[in-house]
């Protein structure tokens, strides 16, 4: 199931699209010529990447329909195809591989991490970006609510509670197949507005799955619980705002000469 919403994610599209700006603004490439933007979803990123590099041949991958017709319709001129990023391989080698909070969707990152270096050309990157606020309350009470109720089992086979690995997991991983490299995290602090918005933001990423498997009272009893949770742990402050930290990790692989 496709369940993916192109409204309710760019609810928050600047503050979701900071770390795309930041993590192409360390990519040490002048002038590009094959780009893959893993996990496009609406264009968002694939937008920004056109925008450095116009000369450049720019294909974004998502899984999404939803994400990709929104994509088509934004950025007419650019490539977007519809893959599994787990499985996919890109038709030439690439001086670019980019994804911007995507592959923390997808599990053993101990094989997909390396397979993707071996898609790079000599000197290419690979610049990724993913979510690790896992272990915040913006997660942890998605996973309280998860098991709080008579839904416990229908949401317990989807339930991620640490998708991303420490950062040195990655540097062990991918020290051995790179040039450079070069690992980082940011705590972006998010100022939102509205009313229970750490709720609406989630609702646009981890809390959709779960969401999706519930119908009916039991799936209005889970987001209530969800977002008394969450509205909880995230008062509003005496400025009207909420205020949102948030983790996240980098990093910039340059592939060796083979």
Known sequence: MDSWNPQQYHRYGDERQRPAADLLAAIPLDAPAVVYDLGCGS????????????????????????????ARKALPELAFLEGDI??????????????????????DHSRLFP?????????????????RNHGEPSHLEMLAAAEAGPWREKLRPLLRPSPVAPP?????????????????????????????PVAEWTKGTSLKPLLDALEGEERRGFEADYRARVAKAYPVTASGHTLFPFRRLFLIAEARAR
């Open 115 to 131: 397979r993707l270096m071996t898609q790079l050309k000599p000197g290419g990157v690979l610049a990724v970006q993913m979510p």
């Open 168 to 196: 040195e997991i990655y540097h062990a991983l991918l020290r051995p197949l790179a040039a450079r490299l070069d690992i980082w995290e940011t705590i972006y602090l998010h100022e939102l507005s509205g009313e229970n």
């Open 43 to 70: 264009g968002l990123s694939t937008a920004v990447l056109a925008r450095r590099w116009p000369q450049a041949g720019i294909t974004g991958v998502d899984s999404s329909p939803a994400m990709l017709a929104t």
């Open 86 to 107: 787990s499985g996919w391989s890109a038709p030439e080698p690439a001086d670019l591989l980019f994804s911007n909070a995507t592959l923390q969707w997808l599990g």
